[in-house]
């Protein structure tokens, strides 16, 4: 044993407290040589610095505000198309791998994804492949395009109701309209009753600024800390309402929510009747099934059942039945009528096709119109859906270039950085519906054009709520473009472009969103 004398003689000459910190430095040591030597990944391009610690991500996500999405689009312009982004992700840029990665192959998230909106049984946050193809089965035909049609006279109502009220209240006053809380109200209206069978008349409440609807809008500002500190909205939902609404206060009415969404799904749950309590409260003219009564009446076992994993389910459902698709339809109403040749282009399209403002065209007409698709298109292209990247982790090595990421390792590509390849989307950063009439190829291949658009993802882990929004987008703008006549008011673009990235997209702090007068 006499090797060990010298170890043992420096553990008599210095404290506990000492050798504890000589340790830890050991560790990080030994930490950093593994991360930028060792790693599977180590070969990889991208600063060395982010290679070794979060705390670059950290920094520029929450401290800076969501940028890190427009830094890792700066790393690409110096390092190439395939660098590193953190110890342990690669990120890639290039439009022709992204059916890759986000293909119909089953593949893992990161387990961090769980709980990153405070809601871990649902489909959205199932990181496990296989737990999430189930999941995703039980509500697939419920949001399938049948069901959509059969639902889409009751979008039309919706935004009926809302063009009465824009043409009643607002028309030839000076009464200034905010289009962000006018669709946020119209999809939040549509979003509940579709999954409830309840409606909620968001449309009814003055001005649109119905507490619920702004604690969502106010929700994605904590976004970047929920990621890093996930355990923050269950820890903030166990305080006592009293401390809870003094931590934050914005909070308060989707707390509120969730929990009256808890007590549905208990009365759903104890009747055990298909959920007819919700059916009995719908409007007559337009009722149908609920989220709950398709779930509990799927293949899906009882421990997929209970009370917690539907509330979850529920929520992740509303909360991204609201956002992107107001925010497209904002995108669009801006654009459109900030260019007076595309809002004629436009309008006489409407016109020629429903000459009596009477008509309610069908779902199936209007998306034979070509410029409303165009603009439609061109909307979705500036509103990315989910802004922040989406990394998936494969069971098998997979090739790109001369590198083969290893399995298990994570590898994403990010929508803002698709649609702004100016290879495939020329003047990406300019309006231009015209991109997308007589069938264009991209980037010089023979693939449509279309298939590089990604605001609703692709693959098995793609948008659930695809069909209803392209609904809700069709039958809202070409409504509100044929019935209401409005002009902006004191709005710049800085009001709809991406200033930060908070797992979806913030527009530059201090804008007033998209205000219009009706004339």
Same mark, same amino acid.
């Given at each position: 044993?006499?090797?060990?004398?010298?170890?043992?003689? @420096?553990?008599?000459?210095?404290?506990?407290?000492?050798?504890?910190?000589?340790?830890?430095?050991?560790?990080?040591?030994?930490?950093?040589?593994?991360?930028?030597?060792?790693?599977?990944?180590?070969?990889?391009?991208?600063?060395?610095?982010?290679?070794?610690?979060?705390?670059?991500?950290?920094?520029?996500?929450?401290?800076?505000?969501?940028?890190?999405?427009?830094?890792?689009?700066?790393?690409?312009?110096?390092?190439?198309?395939?660098?590193?982004?953190?110890?342990?992700?690669?990120?890639?840029?290039?439009?022709?791998?992204?059916?890759?990665?986000?293909?119909?192959?089953?593949?893992?998230?990161?387990?961090?994804?769980?709980?990153?909106?405070?809601?871990?049984?649902?489909?959205?946050?199932?990181?496990?492949?296989?737990?999430?193809?189930?999941?995703?089965?039980?509500?697939?035909?419920?949001?399938?395009?049948?069901?959509?049609?059969?639902?889409?006279?009751?979008?039309?109502?919706?935004?009926?109701?809302?063009?009465?009220?824009?043409?009643?209240?607002?028309?030839?006053?000076?009464?200034?309209?905010?289009?962000?809380?006018?669709?946020?109200?119209?999809?939040?209206?549509?979003?509940?009753?579709?999954?409830?069978?309840?409606?909620?008349?968001?449309?009814?409440?003055?001005?649109?600024?119905?507490?619920?609807?702004?604690?969502?809008?106010?929700?994605?500002?904590?976004?970047?800390?929920?990621?890093?500190?996930?355990?923050?909205?269950?820890?903030?939902?166990?305080?006592?309402?009293?401390?809870?609404?003094?931590?934050?206060?914005?909070?308060?009415?989707?707390?509120?929510?969730?929990?009256?969404?808890?007590?549905?799904?208990?009365?759903?749950?104890?009747?055990?009747?298909?959920?007819?309590?919700?059916?009995?409260?719908?409007?007559?003219?337009?009722?149908?099934?609920?989220?709950?009564?398709?779930?509990?009446?799927?293949?899906?076992?009882?421990?997929?059942?209970?009370?917690?994993?539907?509330?979850?389910?529920?929520?992740?459902?509303?909360?991204?039945?609201?956002?992107?698709?107001?925010?497209?339809?904002?995108?669009?109403?801006?654009?459109?009528?900030?260019?007076?040749?595309?809002?004629?282009?436009?309008?006489?399209?409407?016109?020629?096709?429903?000459?009596?403002?009477?008509?309610?065209?069908?779902?199936?007409?209007?998306?034979?119109?070509?410029?409303?698709?165009?603009?439609?298109?061109?909307?979705?292209?500036?509103?990315?859906?989910?802004?922040?990247?989406?990394?998936?982790?494969?069971?098998?090595?997979?090739?790109?270039?001369?590198?083969?990421?290893?399995?298990?390792?994570?590898?994403?590509?990010?929508?803002?950085?698709?649609?702004?390849?100016?290879?495939?989307?020329?003047?990406?950063?300019?309006?231009?519906?015209?991109?997308?009439?007589?069938?264009?190829?991209?980037?010089?291949?023979?693939?449509?054009?279309?298939?590089?658009?990604?605001?609703?993802?692709?693959?098995?882990?793609?948008?659930?709520?695809?069909?209803?929004?392209?609904?809700?987008?069709?039958?809202?703008?070409?409504?509100?473009?044929?019935? @209401?006549?409005?002009?902006?008011?004191?709005?710049?673009?800085?009001?709809?472009?991406?200033?930060?990235?908070?797992?979806?997209?913030?527009?530059?702090?201090?804008?007033?969103?998209?205000?219009?007068?009706?004339?």
């Amino acid at each position: 044993m006499a090797f060990m004398e010298p170890f043992i003689g @420096v553990l008599q000459r210095h404290s506990p407290l000492t050798l504890l910190v000589l340790a830890f430095l050991a560790y990080i040591f030994g930490l950093v040589v593994y991360r930028l030597y060792l790693s599977p990944i180590a070969k990889f391009p991208g600063p060395r610095f982010t290679a070794i610690t979060n705390l670059c991500q950290f920094y520029h996500d929450v401290i800076r505000g969501g940028q890190f999405t427009f830094v890792i689009q700066q790393w690409h312009e110096k390092y190439g198309p395939i660098i590193r982004i953190n110890p342990s992700e690669i990120h890639i840029s290039d439009p022709e791998f992204y059916d890759t990665v986000y293909s119909n192959v089953p593949v893992n998230k990161e387990e961090s994804f769980r709980y990153r909106l405070g809601n871990p049984g649902s489909m959205h946050s199932t990181p496990e492949k296989d737990l999430h193809h189930k999941r995703k089965a039980s509500l697939t035909s419920y949001f399938s395009r049948r069901r959509v049609l059969q639902f889409s006279p009751y979008i039309q109502n919706c935004v009926n109701k809302l063009c009465r009220r824009l043409n009643t209240e607002y028309k030839g006053t000076s009464k200034v309209l905010s289009l962000d809380d006018a669709f946020a109200a119209y999809t939040a209206d549509i979003i509940t009753y579709y999954a409830f069978a309840r409606s909620y008349d968001f449309l009814d409440y003055s001005d649109s600024t119905e507490p619920f609807i702004r604690a969502i809008e106010k929700l994605s500002d904590s976004m970047q800390i929920f990621s890093y500190f996930p355990w923050l909205i269950p820890f903030i939902e166990s305080l006592p309402r009293s401390v809870s609404t003094a931590l934050k206060p914005s909070l308060v009415p989707f707390i509120q929510y969730r929990e009256e969404i808890k007590t549905q799904i208990r009365k759903t749950i104890n009747s055990n009747d298909d959920n007819k309590d919700l059916e009995r409260e719908a409007d007559e003219n337009f009722r149908h099934d609920t989220v709950f009564g398709e779930i509990l009446n799927s293949n899906l076992p009882p421990e997929e059942l209970t009370l917690s994993r539907l509330q979850d389910e529920a929520v992740i459902i509303v909360t991204a039945g609201i956002g992107p698709t107001k925010t497209t339809m904002t995108i669009a109403c801006f654009h459109v009528l900030n260019n007076q040749s595309i809002y004629q282009q436009l309008y006489q399209e409407l016109v020629d096709a429903f000459p009596d403002p009477a008509m309610q065209p069908t779902l199936p007409e209007l998306e034979k119109l070509p410029y409303l698709a165009a603009v439609i298109q061109e909307s979705l292209r500036f509103s990315y859906g989910a802004s922040q990247r989406l990394p998936r982790i494969f069971d098998s090595a997979i090739a790109y270039g001369s590198y083969t990421i290893p399995p298990g390792v994570p590898v994403s590509l990010t929508c803002y950085n698709q649609h702004h390849d100016e290879r495939y989307f020329p003047c990406s950063h300019t309006f231009d519906p015209d991109r997308w009439l007589s069938n264009p190829k991209g980037g010089g291949t023979e693939k449509p054009l279309s298939s590089y658009l990604v605001s609703f993802c692709k693959g098995t882990r793609s948008c659930l709520g695809i069909n209803l929004a392209h609904a809700e987008l069709y039958i809202g703008l070409a409504t509100i473009f044929r019935h @209401v006549n409005m002009k902006l008011f004191e709005t710049e673009r800085d009001a709809v472009d991406m200033a930060a990235d908070h797992m979806v997209q913030v527009p530059k702090a201090g804008t007033q969103g998209v205000r219009v007068l009706i004339q």
